[in-house]
Nanobody, 123 residues
Framework: QVQLVESGGTLVQAGGSLTLSCAASGRNISGYVMGWFRQGPGKEHEFVGTMSPSGSTMYADSPEGRFTISRDNPKNMVYLQMKSLKVENTAVYYC?????????????????WGQGTRVTVSS
């Protein structure tokens, strides 16, 4: 079992930057694909980005290069760096993990989920 706890969500002005953290416990995440998803007001879960155990990444089109995922396997941490935030990026952001060597962009493929951290971008 892997437990995931997100942190770093807060209120930020449009144009600002924010880094979310995901702390994993229970297992070392070095062999896990890690993903970030978000759920905005009245919206369904939306794929943000993912990083495979080897470091390959895939991002959704909408962040347009403004979001970057990184991981620190010895510390069992995953990060989502967000720049030039927009009001439409307001959402609860979730960290997810699955014991797969592949990049996974579909939420249903992930076995473990955190509780989410709320990001609010004001205009």
């Amino acid at each position: 079992q892997v437990q995931l706890v997100e942190s770093g969500g807060t209120l930020v002005q449009a144009g600002g930057s924010l880094t979310l953290s995901c702390a994993a416990s229970g297992r070392n995440i070095s062999g896990y694909v890690m993903g970030w998803f978000r759920q905005g007001p009245g919206k369904e879960h939306e794929f943000v980005g993912t990083m495979s155990p080897s470091g390959s990444t895939m991002y959704a089109d909408s962040p347009e290069g403004r979001f970057t995922i990184s991981r620190d396997n010895p510390k069992n941490m995953v990060y989502l760096q967000m720049k030039s935030l927009k009001v439409e990026n307001t959402a609860v952001y979730y960290c997810a993990a699955d014991r797969s060597s592949e990049i996974l962009r579909h939420a249903g493929r992930y076995e473990f989920w955190g509780q989410g951290t709320r990001v609010t971008v004001s205009s």
